[in-house]
């Protein structure tokens, strides 16, 4: 069971107008986080025990 999911930047037309000269690929997108979610709340991550997922880009 996850409790938390900890993204890093995540990839947001705020955050790019925020941060102009950042390296977007680095970033998460809301699309990864809410496969994520979808992910963790299947009957496929029956088995999972960790309590925090880190999320970070391609980095």
Known sequence: MCSVIVPGVIDTPANRQANPHAMFDDWVTPE???AAIHYLTSDDAASLR????KMYGSA
């Open 32 to 34: 990864s986080i809410a």
């Open 50 to 53: 960790e309590p925090v997922l």
